[in-house]
């Protein structure tokens, strides 16, 4: 087939993100350099089995009144970081600069707004019918905090999400590379947002794969995962004279593993395939690339595939590490959630630490950064998320 | 890229009088478009995306392991997911981990990938009511980037009729098969889709949202006219469509 090799870069103008680490960016990089646990016991709902979870503990801001309708846990996050810093200013000055019709919102999600959904199904239990204010369209389905955001911002161009299970906000990054690139836009807002909720939590439980303590990823001892919930924004413009201090987003490589639902190929085959399509479209060697962020989930069967996949790759693999023995697996929203925390690493120099990292899996046989290392300035960092469906995405990212 | 082809399509349509009444040919569920593995326990939205993709790649003589997927529906698993949500009301719930990993949007998607061995990307995307023209969009901006060709696939299957009154209620599935650029013995030839700003119509497919797709795929099946056309392909959303 012929396909185009190349793909040119877009600058990330501005960027914030909610997580357990805190309300915004600044808490964010403190956490990453103290290389801080923020997992702790689930307060949302009562769980019967025991766990920690990356949970966003602070008060959410309330959906505006006109927007009603929109108001779920998953919104309410995504509200919540598009006030912080300078994100929400940042969007509106695009829409000043090009028109709003030409400003879109691509998301990524995995679960959207089913907290609410999971308690209108205990009403539809007892009174056999949904509460009167659920709105399956406004808070359930995948593209709904999307239209929110539309609607909050007064965007006017393209909306909508991407929800491919753990990859799903780094291939948001690749559809709105492409929205810019294509000329449809010029100016993105990508979201990656997703909020815990029972489905994930009872449904991780169901696979074995929850750790009942701070989750360890890449170590000998690592015992599953835990679960997070987050909301990432950044948004994407094509690289002008005026955004020149912007780090860039060279690409997205894509692929599947076309093995297994819930399993990774074995070999890493698939994410193997992901991490060289995004050198390939950036045009980029292996050699140059200064750190790797890991999906690393702390399940062994993701652990061992990605350690292989990156070896596949790398003779010499760089630095790798992954976060989520930070802030747990925060599912659709951590592809965007740990490109922010590689854009931090980009703009204040930095490699992050692989937070509960005591011996590293000899068989993994990677470079891990156990400790944030303060004396190193990365250039160019590669990061990966890995879904459902063997669907893989490696984004790859340059500093300004 | 001045427009992109339409190499072949499919339709899938579980409902004998819905599919009576469209005016392009549809099927049943193709039990056959599927590997024996995944029948038993794959989804009616997995089903009908199954069977209107293999169609569409026949119809285009290409192979399934050599397309980029872009996978689209409004609700996506939404039968499985109706399950799980009920389950979890329950103070002993208990999650079987194969309806966990089915219930996910890109399930369609990653079974389509597995059964075509297919290790090209897979995407799976939501817009509400825009959701066919969104799809149309991605696809074009894939196309524009890389170029070569893509399946676009479409499905809705029914959904419990206490989530949203009168609405996705007409399981449907659609496929394309689509080239970047124009050339001989294509069905269509399409602009960039484009948003028609100010005229906030109310679409004639509110109640079920993928039937934006019936205006393109009724002219693709009527075929060889030399015509222009613009297309209503969501709720104010639309495409130039030139015929053969």
């Known amino acids: 087939m012929n396909r185009t090799p190349h793909i040119p870069p877009v600058a990330i103008t501005a960027y914030q993100c909610v997580s357990a680490a805190g309300d915004n960016l600044n808490a ?27 949970e966003v503990s602070t008060s959410l801001p309330a959906v505006r009144s006109t927007l009603q309708t929109y108001a779920c846990r998953n919104a309410r996050l995504a509200l919540h970081a598009l006030n912080q810093g300078n994100i929400r200013a940042a969007t509106e000055q695009a829409i000043a600069r090009h028109g709003a019709a030409r400003v879109g919102v691509v998301l990524g999600t995995s679960t959207s707004g089913i907290y609410e959904t999971e308690i209108a199904y205990q009403a539809l239990l007892r009174d056999a019918a949904m509460p009167s204010d659920f709105n399956f369209l406004h808070t359930h389905t995948a593209q709904a905090s ?6 909050e911002l007064g965007l006017r161009g393209p909306c909508y999400s991407i929800s491919t299970a753990c990859s799903s906000s780094a291939k948001a990054l690749g559809a709105a590379q492409r929205l810019l690139v ?24 169901s696979l074995q794969l929850i750790s009942p303590d701070a989750c360890r990823p890449m170590d000998i001892q690592r015992s599953g995962i835990n679960i997070g919930e987050a909301a990432a924004l950044l948004l994407l413009e094509r690289p002008d004279p005026g955004n020149t201090e912007s780090p860039r987003l060279l690409a997205v490589g894509e692929g599947s593993d076309a093995h297994h639902m819930s399993a990774p190929h074995p070999e890493g085959l698939g994410a193997a395939a992901a991490m060289r399509q995004a050198l390939q479209l950036a045009d980029r060697r292996p050699e140059q690339i200064d750190y790797i962020n890991l999906h690393a989930t702390a399940s062994i069967l993701n652990d061992l595939s990605e350690a292989k996949a990156v070896r596949r790759v790398f003779r010499n693999p760089p630095p790798c590490a992954g976060v989520k023995g930070l802030l747990g697996h925060t599912l659709g929203a951590a592809g965007a959630v740990e490109v922010a925390i590689s854009l931090l690493a980009l703009d204040k120099g930095f490699l992050p630490g692989n937070c509960g990292l005591r011996q590293a899996d000899p068989q993994c046989a990677l470079p891990i950064v156990a400790e944030p290392n303060l004396n190193h ?12 469906g063997g669907n893989n995405a490696s984004v790859l990212l340059e500093a300004a | 890229m001045e427009r992109i082809s339409l190499l072949g399509f499919g339709a899938c349509a ?9 005016p392009f040919p549809a099927s049943e569920i193709n039990r056959d478009a599927m590997p024996v593995m995944l029948r038993r326990r794959s989804s009616q939205a997995t089903q009908m995306a199954f069977s209107a993709a293999t169609q569409a790649c026949a119809q285009a003589e290409r192979s399934p392991a050599t397309l980029p997927a872009v996978f689209a529906s409004v609700a996506g698993e939404i039968q499985t997911t109706d399950q ?70 479409c499905y809705d299957e029914r959904w419990p009729n206490y989530l949203a009154t009168e609405r996705g209620q007409t399981a449907f599935a659609c496929a394309m098969v689509l080239a970047a650029g124009t050339g001989p013995n294509v069905f269509l030839s399409l602009s960039r889709p484009y948003a028609v700003v100010g005229e906030d119509l109310i679409p004639a497919t509110e109640a079920d949202p993928l039937l934006a797709a019936l205006p393109l795929l009724t002219l693709a099946a009527a075929g060889g006219k030399r015509q222009q056309l613009c297309l209503s392909i969501g709720s104010d959303w639309r495409v130039d469509v030139h015929g053969r």
């Open chain 1, 377 to 388: 300035q990365p250039r160019l960092i590669l990061s990966n998320a890995f879904g459902f």
């Open chain 2, 84 to 153: 799980l949500c009920l389950e979890l009301c329950k103070p002993d719930a208990m999650v079987s981990p194969s309806a966990f990993h089915n219930s996910v949007q890109n399930t369609a998607a990653g079974y389509w990938s597995i059964a075509q061995q297919c290790t090209q990307p897979a995407t799976a995307l939501a817009a509400g009511a825009d959701t066919f023209a969104m799809a149309l969009l991605e696809a074009w901006c894939q196309l524009a980037c890389h170029g070569g060709e893509l399946l676009l696939v």
């Open chain 1, 146 to 151: 999307a239209e929110f955001l539309r609607h």
């Open chain 1, 182 to 205: 294509a000329d449809v836009c010029d100016a993105v807002l990508v979201a990656g947002v997703d909020s815990l909720c029972r489905l994930t939590l009872f449904g991780f439980n």
């Open chain 2, 14 to 22: 579980p409902d004998c009088d819905f599919r009576a009444g469209l």
């Open chain 1, 28 to 54: 964010l990089h403190a956490a990453l350099l103290a290389n801080r646990n923020c997992l702790r016991p689930l307060r949302l709902f009562e769980l019967p089995f025991e766990t920690v979870v990356g």
